[in-house]
């Protein structure tokens, strides 16, 4: 300690060096344009894996059910996607599929593997009534169709530090897709949990994949298929409830995932408190596109039924009419208006937008708004309905 | 299609939200152009369940309270801003471990600071005192020096500035060596090195006084609303002004004349003329968007001999229960096993230092009640730590570095935190490549080490990336990193800007 107590003395004749030294080093150093930004790792890492859009090749359109296709979607290397970017299983992809002038985006899960992520994606659309952009996919896109799509986003995945080894899934019809990515993932290695997934459909016949699903063969899988009508051998018969959990879930502790129609995680959040589920072993999808505004705990009524609204973006300026119980991003797209989004669940806050006057109505179970966001007046479009005439400035 | 504007500002970090509200308050027609579809830069914000993380700002520096505000505060008040703060009086807890490691706690307030310090440092009274007058003798300085307008009498400066000259031209390492300070107490009174993102032994002395007179001054500033809130009030703030702020903005190209003056940008393609551009873009993408031809080749030279600052990993944890349950006591706690700031620097891969803040201890509504969140922070210094990180193992590299440094400060700390984490968020270099697009994610701009610190920084100022039409504010800018030091170089870049377009606008 002698040594380090020492005072050193230091110069103050080293200040008259400073510029000289900068100025030398200036001097010495190289006269070559910048390095472009990719050569940085974390730059190229950055682009490879949150590309700001992907340009994708339809491939096989599979038809998986009555009213559901499978779509494999392959890099569209001739436009510049030399590979896709890699997703965990369980994130979704919007997809934006464009009809006479307008432009469509929709969340739909992976449902391929991750392993597989250079080289393709899987989704699969069940054709809904009235499904403007399903009825797109169903009836217009056919294979060497090119589409744009984002990078995968979501956050409906398994995570080692917060959930249980053991996950029991409840997917409701279509919303089996996240999981079948999940099933992928660890047969691959991709993915180390134990899943034990309640599959529930109306009837036997609804049920998708099953091809893929019988055949698994791995100690960390199990499938239970409930079935509301028609029974079969070693299925379950009704719907998927707290009884049933318990039945095949482990005596300690496991995180329960649940993918379905929206009336679902209502259902099996009630369930779940029965069981004296703690909240985060509950994690749920993206609920997707709002339709029942009114079953909200929180809902109030609009005085009208439907209002003015204006939408600024940085081009136009365009007048439109919204319904009481119809988001503001519903209305601009029927309008024609190509705002941005992604969810549609109000999660992900890609269509971010100012109110510039006028009161909305966000559900709180969907409002995924910052603190700020509501002091400072701005709305997530996807999951605002009016409740006054609106103005609001999209940022488009 | 063509817009003509007063100025532009290019990015909405927080030096263009500051330099905007300021340009547009002195009557100037102000346009910011913002890559993404949210302002803020690094002052940002993200939701995930029922927790709102704080991106990026663990605390600000020089805030002060509404009776004794600081610089930041009165930068605020004067940008029209409503933003509100809060202090915390206890400057941090620092934890080295091992052998002749320490566990000590610093409060704010010059008494209660060297209070606090000798509690665990005894015997450092002299030492002290000395470290007081040096840090009195640089405030007198530079008054003396503003007061001369940046030309100050050489005689004056040696023989009653002397201290001032040394503080300006040694690293902080040696300058509190000479203070007689032993290395235990080097170590503790250099922990907020991470702040400025270089060693003591290679940061200016001066610079790290600057930042620690504030920190003792006021003790540390958090807004009430994150800093998201802070850049939304500047946003607020600029719109009433007149500004306009326009999203998913991508600039593209810096355009300019036969005489190399740059005369507007391009973007999503759009050009925008102005009087003046205002960049809180680094001069390294400015450059690459810019040609060869047009910038000088001494600019070129310097930002090539330049080294980029800091990029992080941060991880956030959202809790199900509250600090209290936890045993969760400290806002801050620097954790290192390693005993110098240049091992804490050079041992990235090894946790050679993190930052734990539990934003509750400080703003209880932070996230919902019963509920607390975590905010790890770790220096990426030279990248070893992303070694080996491809597309494909990305996911699991963000798995792991989040259980090493969760269970590294469960046993530092002795609490339990693993059964409870309800949320979980973990930002890289890569993360903040993709937000910022700064090259290797850097969020601290520049290097401010040796040759390129903040005093050879202030006197190369005006002879420096003086590109005509061109200003430049932010974190890269001169005045270095940390979020008060950005909105104080926005402004001044107005400021500049405004009396070479002739002062205020009343037009």
Redesign the interface.
Known sequence: ?AE??K??????G??L???P??LK?????????????YS????A??A???PKEQFVIVGNIEKLCSDTLLFTLLPDKEKGTS?L??F?AGQYISVSVSSGKRTYSRPYSICSSPSE??DKYQIAVKRTDGGVVTGILHEEIKQNDKLTVSDPCG?FTY????DAKTVIGCAGGVGITPFISMIRAVKDGMEDFSLTLLYGCKKPQDALFRDLLDKINDPRIKIVYVFEEGAEDNCEKGIINAELIKKYAPADKYSLFVCGPHNMYTHIEKEAEKLGI???YLREDARGQMIHPEKEPDFYPAENGDYAVTVIS??AKTELRCKSGETLLSAMERAGVTA?SRCRSG?C??C?SRLVSGVCYTPARAD??????K??G?VHPCCAFPRSDIVIEI?? | MRYDHDIIVVGAGNGGLAAACRAAGAGYDVAVLEKHNLAGGVASSFVRGRFEFEASLHELCDVGSEDDPGDVRKLFTELDSDARFINEKNLFRAIVTGRDGYDVTLSAGRENFRKSLLKVCPGCEKSLDRLASMLDRTSEALAYNDSKKGKPNKLVMMFKYGKFLISASHSLDDVLRSLGFNSRERSILETYWSYLGVPADELNAFHYFEMLKGYIRHGAGIPLLKSYGLSLSLCDSLLRRGGSIRYNCEVTEFIFDSQKKVIGVRAGGDEYYAKHVISNVIPHNVFGMSGKNNVPEKDRRLLNARKFGMSFICIYLGLDKSAEELGIKDYTVFISHRKTSRLQYDDEENMGFYVVNCLNLAVSEASPEGTCSLFITVPVTNGKLMRGVKPENYYKFKQRIAEKYVDDLCSVLGIDIRENIEEISVATPVTFARYFGSPDGTAYGYRLSGWDGLMARMLSKGTELDIEGLTFCGGHASSGDGFGVSYRSGVEAADEVISKLGGKNDG
Not at chain 1, 25 to 37: E, F, G, T
């Open positions: 300690m380090d107590k005072r050193i003395k230091l110069n103050m080293k200040f060096k400073i510029i030294e900068r080093r200036i001097k010495n150093s190289s006269d070559d344009d910048m390095k472009p930004l940085y790792k974390p730059n890492l950055a490879a894996i949150h590979s970017s890699p965990q992520f250079a956050s995570e080692p530090l917060r703690r909240r985060k940085s081009s941005p999660e806050g890609f971010h995924g708004r910052r603190a700020a966001d002091v400072y701005y940022k488009a």
